[in-house]
């Protein structure tokens, strides 16, 4: 089977490389194609928008948290199977980690996968002037192949016409879109909106249509574009059988996992059972509890109300079911959560403190932990890669904490983790790719105080 593989990246961000690699993807989709995404860097909001256009949950590929070996298993085990591959690159394409060095970029990822890169050329405002910009991609060219552009958020069409007669004779213009801001994906907190349900379906629509009509498609089907990646087969084989139940909690306020992370548990042994700490009354039977990152902070209402859930959550803490949580998992563990309006909400309070919620970013950032004691995901010294982007403090109470996160860039340490013997709680987006041991020794707690949860109410 041919296979058409290529990566949309910019020059910064905003550069419309959502818009294309969402609507390329309907677009080939529309044809009949199979078509897999990924999105560079650890976001889980534009692959909201990707896994809504392609029909597949769309896969996170990040250098940094990754590293080679995990990015190209990745990569092949979830395109092995399809007509087309699109990797969304994230920031501007040599932007990283790191500003001297590639690590963590778009361009690092297509490097490692022999991938051909289209860029999506934000020509606003511009006319000849686009000429020094494919200058500099072709000087990058010995390391990155560039195949080509797309002119983005364009005035017109006659805008992209003379882009084009511009820059025709230093590389290829796939086609161009012209600027549609009532069509723009909405920003919201934390960046872009989610594409959780159908919403969204109108927008990915309209630019499939545009693309489809532009001739984009025929004429990347035309340059052959495509991969030719070597992978180290490091991924096991799935347990015939679940040795454990782990409910995750999946709704409105819930909802950022990695999917690699959800599929190393999967493959390490664990049923996994989704649960709605907004709309469920009770915690379904289960054996351990994951609450993922979101917006529970949007749901405070509704998470308040739910007495008979929290009540559930509690006491399955209360007999020693493992509970682990990131970000708004630990917004929703807390006592309290104080909104932007600076009304109090009751959350569980089985890690003691208050989040308070802002309007401007408080970490955003590549970060390193390290595990001070024993926890449920692993012994002391255990270490792990992971991503912070929150708008929300924490101040707790001051008891024991269970990490020591090492910010990438500034390399500050910060005493973090919260939670009891079989609680831990972190702002810390982990990617378990960096240590595959996390979930194995996750799914062992969970063994270990093997006592299956169920819906009986305490008396």
Request: net charge negative; aromatic share 8%; hydrophobic share 35%.
């Amino acid at each position: 089977m041919t296979q058409i593989s290529f990566m949309i990246a910019g020059l910064h961000s905003g550069a419309g490389k959502t818009t294309l690699a969402a609507g390329l993807a309907a677009a080939f989709r529309a044809q009949g194609k199979t078509v897999q995404t990924f999105k560079a860097g650890p976001d889980y909001l534009d692959p909201s928008y990707l896994s809504l256009a392609s029909g597949r949950d769309c896969i996170n590929l990040d250098g940094w948290l990754m590293g080679e070996d995990i990015v190209k298993d990745t990569f092949k085990r979830h395109s092995h199977d399809v007509d087309v591959a699109i990797i969304e690159g994230v920031m501007g394409l040599l932007d990283g980690a790191n500003p001297k060095e590639l690590t963590g970029s778009s361009a690092e990822i297509a490097m490692w996968l022999g991938l051909p890169v289209i860029v999506s050329l934000d020509i606003s405002g511009m006319a000849r002037t686009a000429r020094l910009l494919v200058a500099g991609l072709k000087s990058i060219s010995e390391e990155v192949n560039i195949s080509g552009v797309i002119l983005n958020q364009a005035g017109s069409q006659n805008h992209i016409s003379l882009i084009k007669e511009a820059i025709a004779d230093q590389t290829t213009v796939f086609g161009g879109l012209v600027c549609h801001r009532e069509k723009s994906f909405p920003g919201r907190h934390l960046g872009l909106q989610t594409a959780r349900d159908n919403s969204f379906l109108e927008f990915i629509h309209f630019w499939r249509d545009q693309i489809i009509a532009s001739g984009m498609v025929t004429k990347i089907e035309n340059s052959h574009l495509s991969t030719k990646i070597r992978s180290s087969s490091l991924s096991s084989p799935a347990d015939s059988k679940p040795k454990v139940t782990i409910a995750y909690a999946l709704d409105e306020a819930f909802h950022f996992y990695y999917p690699e992370n959800l599929s190393m548990l999967k493959e390490s042994g664990a049923r996994l059972l989704p649960f709605s700490p907004v709309h469920d009354e009770h915690l379904p039977d289960c054996d351990g509890v994951m609450i993922g990152g979101g917006y529970p902070e949007l749901w405070a209402d509704l998470l308040d109300s739910n007495t008979t859930m929290k009540e559930s959550l509690r006491q399955a803490a209360k007999l020693g079911v493992p509970i682990y949580a990131e970000c708004g998992g630990l917004m929703y563990l807390a006592e309290q959560l104080v909104s932007k309006d600076s009304k109090t909400h009751k959350m569980l309070g089985l890690v003691p403190g208050t989040v308070t919620v802002y309007d401007r970013v408080k970490a955003i950032g590549y970060c390193e932990a390290e595990s001070t004691r024993d926890s449920i995901i692993g012994p002391e010294g255990t270490t792990y890669r992971a991503h912070q982007f929150r708008y929300s403090d924490f101040d707790h109470t001051g008891e024991k904490t269970s990490l020591k996160l090492s910010r990438k860039r500034t390399g500050h340490i910060i005493p973090e983790g919260y939670g009891s013997e079989n609680i831990l709680a972190s702002y810390a987006h982990a990617h378990w790719a960096s240590n595959p041991q996390i979930p194995k020794n996750f799914i062992r707690s969970c063994e270990r105080n093997q006592r299956p949860w169920t819906n009986a109410q305490p008396s």
